[in-house]
Nanobody, 127 residues
């Protein structure tokens, strides 16, 4: 199975952009639907964005739709999250996750269906 390592987090100001990366080890990355989740202080972990195995289909939480873009490069075994127009409420630890599935077009949005998780990267947005 793959192992996931996130990077790219940091401290930015409201309105800025960041791009998160999630590097996957192993040669089976393309067999996994991938997702980004986030956990703000004192809150549960929430779905942010998901992408199908093929990369063709994506889905987003309403709170980030139009500002965040999820993508993947199966040749580089890497998942990305481009975050634009960042808001204070985007402050959280961001996790990438992998769900091994047969379908190449389905997006996984349910946290419990993901079985592999990275350790997270902190994103802090200030005024």
């Amino acid at each position: 199975q793959v192992q996931l390592v996130e990077s790219g987090g940091g401290s930015v100001q409201a309105g800025d952009s960041l791009r998160l990366s999630c590097a996957a080890s192993g040669r089976t990355f393309s067999q996994y639907a991938m997702g980004w989740f986030r956990q703000a202080p004192g809150k549960g972990r929430d779905f942010v964005a998901g992408v199908s195995r093929s990369g063709v289909r994506t889905d987003y939480a309403d709170s980030v739709r139009g500002r965040f873009t999820i993508s993947r490069d199966n040749d580089k075994n890497t998942l990305y999250l481009q975050m634009d127009s960042l808001k204070l409420e985007d402050t959280a630890v961001y996790y990438c996750a992998a769900d091994r599935r047969f379908s190449v077009v389905d997006v996984t949005i349910v946290e419990g269906q993901y079985d592999i998780w990275g350790r997270g990267t902190q994103v802090t947005v200030s005024a």
